[in-house]
């Protein structure tokens, strides 16, 4: 059965030409649509077909064969790395972009820099009211993601640093939190840098490693570019084995110049030189 | 001493009337709402219809163009459904109908239909997983997809042919069996013929709840984006529902998706307002037609 | 002739596999569940005693653990009691809202409306009962939510309130249509005899016809309960979805079908968590079967008592 499945599947793909299949992050969902509509521009006869849900979803979705390209928004972790190894799969990483993960509250809202720490206790549910932390007299409400989203396991490994609060409402995708926040004058909540941009009504903190350094703020591209923000995050994907053919010369436009253009349009940072010269040893 | 009970009389009647307004109370809150929903959708979303927006896939981050893929997804998907459900649910329909004795056996069959209509939703999209894209391999496409919501519908396709069968008055078929035609035959000629429109009636309402099912199809097959339409039943596809819950939660602009989002709502309505609206017609007609229907 | 025999024996064969394979439909999916979900409580294949997500559940750890973090920093915990509370309290604050409502409107509608209007607003009903359940939650994400969050003044409209006041409006059109049909299904002799001992209409519908139609209007009942507890996208779409027991009806919730929904994606085929969602579907199956299985007696019980 699986045989005549690949052999229809082949056969399809001789007679209607060929498909890039992407599923992962939610937060490069977006980023990766509009490549792909601007590499069908160039390559008509490729389909690049992009399916959400979540890193873990993507690197799952990689992991047992189903996909051609898994979109992460956080690293592979060893257990998928194993996990991949024991199906036979062998997953490599290229950056394609970079992110500044950016913690939003309500304009109204006075506080506007905290440490990591801070934050890290803010959603372990630590910390509950604003005046805690300098602010009004006023509740503390969280929004994150689900647990498939790369982002919800990015910034529980690097702020919370713990097991979120249960009380942290979980959003289908960034864009809710945005809303969310936006309408909720205690609310606090993480999204990627593209969904900030030339947003009214949020406002991204401004973030310190410890409390004795300097407060960053992600809508400082060159700071995000640096490193020097402490929630720069790479964008990755991964392919089984190094990338081939199609899939090669799709993660080729992404990442030129046409390419970066979009990243930067869609308001993530374009990748910087040590990343580059990573993937052009693995693209080679 | 006449007029005290008549004038007793319509107090209580006028009273009895009263207490019956406030019945009607929740009837008229519920249709107004539904009244509003939909010219809420409507009012946000029809503008956004154009012919490009139907015949165009989605363009600049799918903030603009159409969602021709979603369309000609929902439909085909529903069609793979329909093309799995029809003779099953049918045929299951007939015997049901016309030939199933009235035993232990009969009794569980209806029993089991009558249990898998009210299944939920997410747990069809569970079994399609498990048989259809992992069981038989046939992966995230068009086919599991339909296959999944092709055993959702099932039950309703039979209770609506079991329905429009029983319908058909027994002389029909005693009068050609008088004649010496077996049972097939006067099923075939005189009850079939008679009982399709209320078949199909049962199929398009099907069909119409088929095109806005989500949960069945979100681990079966759609995808967020494919510009392609899919060429082969083994494709991924897009579909309007699916597309109208990504953009609603999980776009990254969207307050500029959200007039496509309108857009794709509006038109998922109209589709499934049009087939049961077809469904009604028809239903209607079939109760003026028939006669011998008191 | 003897080919029309052979052809009528054919069709009946036929016709007679195909009830079998539809009734068998729900036995296969109950076999699948099964026999997916109870692999999430015994090791499969090898057990790594460092990696906790390895480690196969406890029954009681499943059925009775407090917290659902199938994802967890530490050790991931697999308790269904939030979720199953999740779905159990939006479900009941809908039926407090659709019950009296539907049983009203059905009262309304069986006594009260002939001919045209009758059927006007019953096809209204029924229209509704095959709205898209994304587009209900699309319509609860961008009105209701916002309004409900304005009326009570809470920071967010995603919460519990909207969830059940969404579902109550998705099982309104079964309580409605089955009440009107249990109603209907009350011969007229009831009716004439309470007019003849001067009952009004409305003493007659009250006291005569509602009781006795009431088997099937608990099936009707029974039936909304079945719609509402195994709705997905608009629960997930208003819901806020933290599994956590609500405390309040602004809190945000979590349901059976949801975290399904949700996780189901993410969950690596033949894992734990993977296995635990099917369990979860298992459960959510047994309790959508044993409701209409009520829902059925019921109504079975209500015609029986006026064929007699």
């Known amino acids: 059965m699986k045989k005549l499945f690949t052999v229809a599947t082949l056969i399809s793909t001789m007679l209607f030409g060929a498909e890039i299949i992407v599923k992962g992050s939610d937060t490069m969902l977006n980023l990766t649509q509009r490549l792909a509509e601007a590499f069908s521009a160039v390559r008509p006869d490729v389909t690049v077909s992009i399916t959400g849900g979540g890193?873990?979803?993507?690197?799952?979705?990689?992991?047992?064969?189903?996909?051609?390209?898994?979109?992460?928004?956080?690293?592979?972790?060893?257990?998928?790395?194993?996990?991949?190894?024991?199906?036979?799969?062998?997953?490599?990483?290229?950056?394609?972009a970079l992110d500044g993960l950016s913690v939003i509250v309500n304009s109204r809202n006075p506080?506007?820099?905290?440490?990591?720490?801070?934050?890290?206790?803010?959603?372990?549910?630590?910390?509950?009211?604003?005046?805690?932390?300098?602010?009004?007299?006023?509740?503390?409400?969280?929004?994150?993601?689900?647990?498939?989203?790369?982002?919800?396991?990015?910034?529980?490994?690097?702020?919370?640093?713990?097991?979120?609060?249960?009380?942290?409402r979980q959003m289908n995708g960034n864009a809710q939190i945005v809303e969310g926040v936006k309408a909720d004058e205690g609310g606090i909540g993480y999204v990627g840098l593209g969904y900030i941009k030339g947003i009214e009504g949020i406002k991204p903190l401004a973030v310190a490693r410890k409390a004795r350094e300097d407060y960053i703020s992600p809508a400082d591209e060159s700071k995000v570019r640096s490193g020097a923000y402490p929630l720069t995050r790479p964008l990755y994907q991964y392919t089984n084995g190094r990338p081939k053919g199609i899939v090669r010369d799709f993660i080729l436009f992404e990442l030129s110049p046409q390419g970066q253009k979009i990243v930067e349009e869609e308001g993530f940072v374009p990748v910087t030189q040590n990343?580059?010269?990573r993937n052009n040893q693995i693209l080679q | 001493m006449n007029s005290l009970p008549a004038d007793r009389r319509r107090r209580k009647y006028f009273l009895s009337n009263v207490y019956f307004l406030f019945l009607a109370v929740p009837v008229i809150i519920f249709l107004v709402f539904v009244a509003y929903m939909v010219f809420y959708l409507f009012r946000n979303g029809i503008n956004v219809i154009s012919w490009e927006f139907i015949t165009r896939p989605p363009e600049r981050g799918m903030t603009a163009g159409g969602i021709l893929p979603c369309i000609v997804g929902?439909?085909?998907?529903?069609?793979?459904?329909?093309?799995?459900?029809?003779?099953?649910?049918?045929?299951?329909?007939?015997?049901?109908?016309?030939?199933?004795?009235?035993?232990?056996?009969t009794r569980m069959i209806r029993s089991a239909v009558?249990?898998?209509?009210?299944?939920?939703?997410?747990?069809?999209?569970?079994?399609?997983?498990?048989?259809?894209?992992?069981g038989v391999h046939l992966g995230l496409s068009v086919l599991a997809s339909g296959l999944t919501l092709g055993l959702m519908n099932l039950p309703w396709i039979i209770a609506t042919?079991?329905?429009?069968?029983?319908?058909?008055?027994?002389?029909?078929?005693?009068?050609?069996?008088?004649?010496?035609?077996?049972?097939?035959?006067?099923?075939?000629?005189?009850?079939l013929p008679f009982a399709f429109p209320g078949i199909l009636t049962?199929?398009?309402?099907?069909?119409?709840?088929?095109?806005?099912?989500?949960?069945?199809?979100l681990f079966t097959g759609v995808t967020y984006f494919t510009r392609e339409l899919p060429r082969s039943p083994l494709q991924k596809f897009m579909a309007l529902p699916y597309h109208l819950f990504a953009l609603a939660t999980q776009h990254d602009q969207l307050m500029k998706a959200r007039p496509i989002a309108f857009g794709t709502a509006a038109v998922l309505l109209i589709l499934v307002l049009m087939f049961d609206g077809v469904a009604f017609l028809l239903r209607m007609r079939i109760a003026t037609a028939n006669k011998w229907q008191v | 002739m003897k080919r029309r025999r052979i052809a009528d024996r054919g069709v009946r064969v036929l016709f007679s596999v195909n009830a079998v394979l539809a009734a068998a439909v729900l036995l296969g999916i109950l076999i699948f569940l099964l026999a997916y979900g109870i692999r999430a409580f015994i090791p499969a294949g090898a057990v790594d005693p460092?990696?906790?997500?390895?480690?196969?559940?406890?029954?009681?750890?499943?059925?009775?653990?407090?917290?659902?973090?199938?994802?967890?920093?530490?050790?991931?915990?697999?308790?269904?009691?939030?979720?199953l509370l999740g779905s159990l309290i939006t479900t009941v604050l809908a039926l407090l809202i659709a019950i009296p409502m539907g049983i009203a409107g059905a009262v309304f509608i069986a006594e009260r409306l002939r001919g045209g209007v009758r059927v006007a607003v019953k096809m209204a009903v029924e229209l509704f009962a095959g709205f898209p359940s994304v587009v209900i939650g699309f319509f609860g994400l961008l009105v209701l939510g916002p309004a409900l969050a304005r009326v009570f003044n809470v920071p967010s409209g995603l919460n519990v309130l909207n969830a059940s006041v969404l579902l109550a409006l998705m099982s309104l059109p079964t309580i409605i249509s089955v009440s009107d049909d249990a109603l209907r299904v009350v011969p007229h002799s009831y009716r004439e005899a309470a007019y003849a001992l001067g009952a009004s209409p409305w003493t007659t519908a009250i006291r005569v016809i509602l009781p006795a139609a009431r088997s099937g209007i608990l099936a009707a009942v029974m039936l909304g309960f079945g719609r509402a507890v195994g709705e997905t996208m608009a629960v997930l779409m208003v819901a806020g979805n933290a599994p956590i027991i609500p405390r309040s009806l602004f809190d945000p919730v979590r349901t059976i079908t949801t975290t399904i929904a949700i996780e189901l994606g993410e969950s690596a085929f033949n894992s734990i968590h993977f296995f635990a969602l099917f369990a979860l579907g298992f459960i959510l199956f047994l309790i959508a079967l044993f409701t209409n299985l009520i829902a059925e007696a019921l109504i079975r019980r209500e015609k029986r008592s006026f064929t007699l």
Do not use: C
């Not at chain 2, 999209?125 to 498990?130: D, E, N, P, S």
């Open chain 1, 55 to 96: 890193s873990g979803v993507g690197i799952n979705a990689i992991i047992n064969r189903e996909v051609d390209i898994a979109n992460a928004s956080r690293k592979i972790k060893s257990k998928e790395i194993s996990s991949a190894r024991s199906n036979g799969v062998n997953p490599v990483e290229i950056v394609i």
């Open chain 2, 74 to 105: 929902t439909l085909y998907v529903t069609l793979v459904s329909l093309i799995f459900s029809i003779p099953i649910g049918v045929f299951a329909a007939i015997y049901l109908a016309e030939y199933a004795p009235n035993n232990l056996l």
């Open chain 1, 275 to 277: 990343y580059s010269e």
């Open chain 2, 202 to 217: 049962g199929i398009l309402l099907a069909l119409a709840r088929t095109m806005g099912e989500t949960a069945p199809i």
């Open chain 2, 114 to 134: 009558r249990s898998l209509a009210g299944i939920p939703s997410i747990v069809y999209g569970l079994f399609g997983v498990a048989l259809f894209v992992r």
């Open chain 3, 50 to 83: 460092e990696d906790p997500s390895t480690q196969p559940l406890t029954l009681g750890g499943f059925l009775f653990g407090a917290s659902w973090n199938p994802d967890a920093y530490g050790q991931p915990e697999y308790g269904i009691v939030p979720l």
């Open chain 2, 161 to 191: 042919a079991e329905e429009a069968l029983s319908s058909i008055p027994g002389s029909f078929r005693e009068g050609a069996l008088a004649v010496g035609a077996t049972k097939w035959e006067a099923i075939r000629h005189n009850v």
């Open chain 1, 111 to 168: 506080v506007s820099q905290l440490t990591v720490e801070q934050i890290g206790a803010i959603y372990r549910g630590e910390i509950t009211n604003w005046n805690q932390l300098g602010g009004p007299n006023k509740k503390i409400v969280l929004y994150g993601r689900q647990p498939n989203s790369g982002t919800f396991v990015f910034f529980r490994e690097e702020v919370v640093k713990g097991e979120y609060s249960p009380a942290m």
